[in-house]
């Protein structure tokens, strides 16, 4: 498919499913759009006309295909996307975006550690792991290119997903998407650590995820100085699962320790006596549920208690 706007698979399935209620579309899926058709899933021709509308400023379905795509098509497909019930008018492509083909062969002579991928006359030759990327006049590289590197991709996806480390054996997506939203968080961008937080919801199904997320969110709120979302989010957060699945090793793991944590650091961010009063109950209880450990977490400690005296200053 055609190039994006330049958003990460993230922020367009965020979007697409904020434009269209109800939808579920991830990144995983994004991705498997976008290496089509010399790899992954092919896509709808309604997912097309909801992704043009979710560009907004005018982008029409046709301008999210290129030629190479409607060859792929079914002609009443082509129809439906191009101005021409042929299928064989203009269609706009984005910038820098190739509509020549790809076509992939292995040398006669057996070495598998060469491969000539051809575009029009020329040929770019790959041995080993070393390749030459080639460019179109502005540095950007061609379609080919881009194809190849996302089909490395969702080969390396495809195989990940065949061992230990899927999604539905460990909520990587879930936690990745808490350690974006942290880090934007700490760097003051709080509506997109909002955004990322809000895009992990749907696949917080086990074990402390939840607990992390919503505790997450209560935190980001009192940055944006928005009591009622904080108190919404502490109430989800006290009806998530706290207990640890095997499939939360060391880090992977929330505790309530660290939920209380996050909530006096809400509540001492919106400040005012009674969420003071909250800061100061809260981080009572993180320092009595840290220290309470075997193994103490130093850190956490000298956190919760720094947030307790912060509460107690204010």
């Excluded at 991709?153 to 495809?158: C, I, L, P």
């Excluded at 997903?161 to 998407?177: C, K």
């Excluded at 350690?179 to 749907?202: H, K, T």
């Excluded at 109950?281 to 977490?297: G, L, R, Y």
Aim: net charge negative.
């Amino acid at each position: 498919m055609a190039a994006r706007v330049g958003w990460p698979q993230w922020k367009v399935a965020q979007r697409y499913n904020t434009v269209h209620p109800g939808a579920r579309l991830s990144d995983h899926r994004v991705s498997e759009y976008e290496i089509w058709p010399h790899g992954g899933n092919p896509p709808s021709v309604r997912y097309l006309a909801r992704l043009a509308a979710t560009y907004g400023h005018g982008c029409t379905p046709s301008q999210v295909v290129d030629a190479d795509d409607l060859e792929h098509f079914t002609p009443a497909d082509r129809c439906l996307l191009t101005s021409s019930p042929s299928g064989s008018s203009p269609v706009v492509i984005a910038p820098g975006v190739s509509r020549s083909a790809i076509r992939t062969t292995v040398s006669d002579r057996g070495d598998p550690d060469r491969v000539s991928r051809y575009r029009g006359g020329d040929t770019v030759s790959i041995r080993g792991s070393r390749r030459i990327v080639r460019c179109d006049a502005r540095g950007l590289p061609i379609r080919e290119e881009v194809i190849v590197a996302s089909e490395e991709s969702a080969q390396f996806r495809r195989w990940s997903a065949a061992t230990n480390v899927d999604d539905d054996v460990l909520d990587l997506r879930a936690f990745v998407r808490y350690a974006q939203s942290n880090i934007a968080y700490w760097e003051g961008r709080y509506d997109e650590a909002a955004a990322l937080v809000e895009s992990a919801l749907p696949d917080a199904t086990s074990g402390t995820a939840l607990l992390r997320l919503a505790s997450q969110q209560a935190r980001i709120h009192a940055a944006r100085r928005q009591p009622s979302e904080v108190d919404r989010a502490l109430a989800l957060a006290a009806t998530a699962p706290t207990e640890l699945t095997p499939d939360e090793p060391g880090t992977f793991g929330f505790d309530t320790g660290n939920a209380a944590y996050y909530a006096s650091e809400a509540h001492c961010a919106l400040g005012g006596t009674d969420h003071l009063d909250a800061a100061v109950d809260w981080a009572n209880t993180a320092v009595d549920e840290f220290t309470a450990e075997s193994q103490p977490k130093i850190s956490y400690v000298v956190a919760a208690r720094f947030v307790l005296a912060s509460a107690h200053l204010a």
